[in-house]
């Protein structure tokens, strides 16, 4: 290609641009500087809109339970610990109980086995991009050295996953999917005629490994 302003081109193994990821660059995406930024819709800094769903999503983001209190409790129940010690009663303390949206009062009709029912029963992997399967690993026995295929197993039930391929299709059938560049190139910068040009390494589609196997499965 021809070079920008600044001196860089790109050049192309095989096939045809499908969008310069670099065209659309402002000065909001390059700079955070408060004299550079630009106001929005009623003059509302360019950001607003971020900041309005970040409130949207902090409202919501105890859905699954009766109300924030019983997401503290429960998330504080599975923290990962088998075996509770003293930095998780201060877990407890601090992070849960003093929480400011913890409220007493919501954990009047609190049952631990209902709760985690409705974590059973909920249809947050209920779309049909969600697969469930079982895994069964080998359990290490400490002191013990036997072969892994005579270690004890244990089935870990339940397991969601969404298929590689599935999230690429959906990738692509999003509006955004017109700005995605597919296609790899070499990017260089060449300050003046009488230079040779530079490689110039940036994001992963300028990159040799995707070079490489852009032609494998072309």
Known sequence: ???????????YASGFLMYDPESGAHIEQLCDGHAMQDSGKDGEPWNARFSHLLK???????TLFL????WHLMSWFYNGSTQKSQ?????????????????????CSFVAQ???????????????????????IWLPCEGVKVHEE?????????LHYCKLTDVIKAAFAETAAKEYNAIPYKLFWQADDDTIPER??????TADVMLQEHETIK
């Open 114 to 136: 209902q709760e985690l029912s409705q974590m059973d029963e909920s249809t947050l992997f209920s779309s049909n991009s969600w697969c469930t399967t079982s895994v069964t």
């Open 87 to 107: 930095s998780d009663l201060d877990n407890l303390v601090h992070n849960v109980i003093l929480a400011a949206e913890f409220d007493r009062e919501d954990l």
């Open 150 to 158: 005579n270690a004890p197993e244990f089935e870990v039930e339940e």
């Open 56 to 62: 949207q999503l902090w409202k919501n983001y105890f």
């Open 1 to 11: 290609t021809a070079q920008n302003n600044y001196g860089l081109f790109q050049e």
């Open 67 to 70: 109300n924030a209190t019983v």
């Open 200 to 205: 110039v390494f940036g994001k992963v589609y």
